[in-house]
């Protein structure tokens, strides 16, 4: 049978993204210089070198079995493709939006506006869903510079930061929706075991990255007061110690929430708190 076939861009922000998320998943393969194509060692799976934009259709299309993309970019396709899972990486959210000095005050107002955007699909149906009839300039890029150019009067695009749309004085007018980068697969789900061994395994290493290892000692008497402000993944792992009075616990914590649940452990008599960053898991 012939291999299995995962794309991933060939280039851009999400070109290293996805080569890191698929070689911590165990997925490991060498692209010789500008090849498009490559073999995964010791699995049956070829790795194939995609734009961005393209795979959402090539997925569909069955041309590989599963895709890393953007689901920004999934969306504005109009293709059907299974999402099996979000990445937790490349979050932004696509706008519209206006001069920081405009005059208009709803979406309603613009009514015939010209606007610039890569997303014309997405664009054309939230428009139209809130009463303009827009005249949409399709582009590839530099989207943000198009109205002091004068070609459009507001422009759809992605913000992550929002320093872009600063730069060209701009501001949000509306959010259409917010994205992240995420594994999607072909609907007929060609080997199927396969396919989620991939999944499980990426799911491993994207849980690992968001949380870490709390390990910490508190006397019995907190400890149900403990257990209630890291309540971990399933439920911590209790130990006794030498000392009676005190025991050992150890339990998933989300990584961004780690420093306020070690201040809150130590308020509650906590010794010994440590964390520890996880590489990969299966929960
Ligand atoms: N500023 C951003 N922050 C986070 N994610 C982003 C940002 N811009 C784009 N993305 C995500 O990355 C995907 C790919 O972006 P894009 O197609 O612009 O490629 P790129 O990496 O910027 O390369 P290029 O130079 O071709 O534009 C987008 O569809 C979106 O999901
Ligand atoms: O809110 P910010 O953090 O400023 O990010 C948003 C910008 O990032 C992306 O552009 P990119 O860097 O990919 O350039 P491009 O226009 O060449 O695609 C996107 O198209 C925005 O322009
Ligand atoms: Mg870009």
Not at 26 to 33: A, I
Not at 156 to 178: C, H, M, P, Q, W
Request: hydrophobic share 40%; glycine share 6%.
């Amino acid at each position: 049978m012939e291999n299995f076939r995962i794309g991933i861009p060939s280039k851009g922000r999400l070109a290293e993204v996805a080569t890191e998320l698929l070689g911590d998943a165990g997925l490991k393969f060498r692209r010789q210089d500008r090849s498009l194509f490559a073999r995964v060692r010791d699995m049956p799976i070829d790795i194939t070198f995609l734009r961005t934009d393209d795979i959402p259709v090539l997925c569909a299309e069955g041309a590989i079995d599963m895709g890393i993309t953007g689901s920004d970019l999934v969306q504005e396709a109009e293709v059907e493709v299974d999402t099996r899972m979000e990445l937790g990486v490349g979050k932004c959210r696509l706008a519209l939006c206006v001069p920081e000095d405009t005059s208009w005050n709803t979406v309603g107002d613009m009514k015939q506006c010209r606007v610039a955007t890569s997303f014309p699909n997405v664009t054309r149906q939230y428009l139209e869903a809130n009463g303009a009839q827009p005249h949409l300039v399709n582009l590839s890029g530099s989207v943000e510079v198009m109205i002091s150019l004068g070609i459009a009067d507001a422009i759809v695009d992605l913000v992550e930061t929002g320093s872009t749309l600063a730069a060209n004085r701009l501001k949000i007018f509306a959010e259409i929706g917010s994205y992240e980068t995420v594994l999607i697969q072909n609907k007929q789900k060609r080997m199927p075991e396969l396919a989620d061994r991939i999944v499980r395994r990426l799911e491993g290493v994207v849980i690992a990255r968001d949380y870490s290892l709390l390990e910490y000692n508190i006397r019995r008497e907190n400890l149900a007061a403990a257990e209630a402000i890291t309540p971990g993944f399933n439920s911590p792992t209790i130990n006794p110690l030498e000392d009676e009075a005190w025991c050992a616990v150890r339990a998933m914590v989300k990584r961004k929430e780690v420093i306020d649940v070690m201040e809150k452990l130590e308020q509650l008599g906590a010794s010994a708190i440590l964390q520890t960053n996880i590489a990969n898991c299966r929960l």
